[in-house]
């Protein structure tokens, strides 16, 4: 019976049925066909669903992400960014990747990054001569970096889902966040140094220079030192974190008068308007989810899994490509959502570390948002660059390579991954 919940699914997300809807609509269908379980339920797990502090997070640094694009912030690191690395061959393509990887530190939402500091690095670019495509698919590529690097809001849902510690995951993203963001600025440094792609390098600053740029940009730059240092540290958790980051953002936002009353009102609606959307989706997924767990799903799987192979190595190999499949036509936090609940027993019965598989999953959803045809981070960049879909795309595939290598190699090398909170916590 289980499979005409999945087919329903599939039949309505084939009819372009959003995922919001798809989810409880189905679930709602399988009720009513089965026995033995309530349809009373679907209306109990929607509210139980979202009954969690940690979840409080998310809404909080996407708010502190949002006032911190407002204040002008987004700029100022940009030009950081610039007079560390612009005079690097592929210069400006390097101070995106850059940026991105600091902005990340205050939001953790791709698509906050690219629609807010995206905006940014994309005139520059065009500014300095790069063509509007390759901009654009830098600046997809360059922002799943945010949620992988703490904050990460869906590394906050998976933590929820999964029942393991926010700060093992937070820790758990940062070593693997630096390593992707070196790996796409070799990615760009070979296309420039190939001629694939037009790229003027921007002069060296002088130190004057640089010490004029460091001291505007220092105080968005403590922003996510500040936070590691609450989760190193213990000051506070993740969701205190994220309260102190916004009040912080509005603090700097007005003392630099960057920030006015109507930007404020303005990035208020921007976060109501995100995290609606988010919490929506959450609510319709817990029912279904709630479903494939009480129909025995995760044990039905990890059989399922253990009778083609019991190493743990192929068993990865296999989801990772489920995953990749799944991410192509779905939203990342609706995978997530159904997909946990499902997978992590699995991987627990395996010996498959849960923060080691969260990191993998995350990376590998967070790739799902640049692939067609859903890839909602290229349709976020047809609107902030005013480009066509199909140059975006073409631009966007050297891209891949690096990060498929990438996701094979922190699934197969858990170090890299589980080392730093290791040696954080004392494990």
């Known amino acids: 019976m289980i499979w005409l919940l999945l087919i329903i699914l599939a039949v309505l997300v084939l009819l372009e049925v959003p995922v919001a809807f798809a989810l409880p609509a189905s679930a709602l269908m399988y009720l009513f066909v089965s026995d033995g379980i309530?349809?009373?339920?679907?209306?109990?797990?929607?509210?139980?669903?979202?009954?969690?502090?940690?979840?409080?997070?998310?809404?909080?640094?996407?708010?502190?992400?949002?006032?911190?694009?407002?204040?002008g912030i987004a700029a100022r690191i940009f030009d950081f960014a610039v007079a560390c690395v612009g005079h690097i061959r592929g210069s400006l393509g390097h101070v995106n990747i850059v940026a991105s990887v600091i902005f990340s530190g205050m939001s953790g939402v791709a698509q906050a990054d690219a629609a807010g500091l995206g905006a940014v690095e994309v005139r520059e670019m065009k500014r300095h001569g790069f063509s509007p495509e390759f901009s654009a698919a830098i600046t997809a590529v360059s922002s799943i970096i945010g949620p992988i690097i703490p904050p990460s809001g869906i590394m906050i849902i998976y933590a929820v889902l999964a029942d393991v510690s926010v700060p093992d995951l937070f820790l758990a993203g940062i070593v693997p966040g630096v390593l992707m963001s070196l790996c796409l600025m070799a990615v760009v440094y070979w296309l420039a140094r190939t001629n694939r792609i037009v790229a003027p390098v921007v002069s060296r600053k002088t130190p004057k220079e640089i010490r004029v740029v460091f001291w505007r940009a220092l105080p968005a730059l403590i922003a996510p030192v500040f936070l590691i240092a609450g989760i190193l540290t213990g000051f506070a958790t993740p969701t205190q974190l994220g309260a102190l980051t916004a009040i912080y953002a509005i603090i700097l936002g007005f003392a630099t008068r960057d920030l006015t009353l109507e930007f404020l009102w303005i990035s208020i609606k921007d976060?109501?308007?995100?995290?609606?959307?988010?919490?929506?989706?959450?609510?319709?997924?817990?029912?279904?989810?709630?479903?494939?767990?009480?129909?025995?799903?995760?044990?039905?799987?990890?059989?399922?899994?253990?009778?083609?192979?019991?190493?743990?190595?192929?068993?990865?190999?296999?989801?990772?490509?489920?995953?990749?499949?799944?991410?192509?036509?779905?939203?990342?936090?609706?995978?997530?959502?159904?997909?946990?609940?499902?997978?992590?027993?699995?991987?627990?019965?395996?010996?498959?570390?849960?923060?080691?598989?969260?990191?993998?999953?995350?990376?590998?959803?967070?790739?799902?948002?640049?692939?067609?045809?859903?890839?909602?981070?290229?349709?976020?960049?047809?609107?902030?660059?005013?480009?066509?879909?199909?140059?975006?795309?073409?631009?966007?595939?050297?891209?891949?390579?690096?990060?498929?290598?990438?996701?094979?190699?922190?699934?197969?090398?858990?170090?890299?991954?589980?080392?730093?909170?290791?040696?954080?916590?004392?494990?």
């Open 38 to 71: 309530p349809p009373m339920l679907v209306v109990q797990r929607v509210a139980s669903g979202l009954e969690s502090y940690v979840l409080l997070a998310i809404p909080l640094f996407i708010f502190a992400g949002n006032l911190f694009n407002s204040a």
């Open 271 to 427: 976060t109501v308007v995100t995290c609606g959307v988010l919490v929506f989706i959450i609510a319709a997924a817990t029912p279904f989810s709630a479903i494939l767990a009480l129909e025995g799903v995760p044990q039905q799987l990890a059989d399922l899994l253990l009778s083609i192979s019991d190493n743990p190595l192929v068993v990865l190999l296999i989801v990772n490509i489920a995953l990749l499949i799944f991410g192509m036509i779905m939203d990342t936090t609706a995978i997530l959502l159904v997909a946990v609940p499902v997978l992590v027993p699995v991987m627990t019965t395996l010996g498959v570390d849960p923060v080691h598989f969260g990191i993998i999953m995350v990376i590998n959803l967070l790739i799902g948002t640049l692939t067609p045809p859903f890839g909602i981070l290229l349709f976020v960049m047809t609107e902030v660059a005013k480009v066509e879909y199909k140059p975006l795309l073409r631009e966007t595939m050297p891209f891949f390579i690096p990060l498929f290598g990438f996701l094979i190699l922190i699934t197969y090398w858990p170090a890299l991954s589980l080392s730093l909170p290791a040696y954080v916590f004392g494990r």
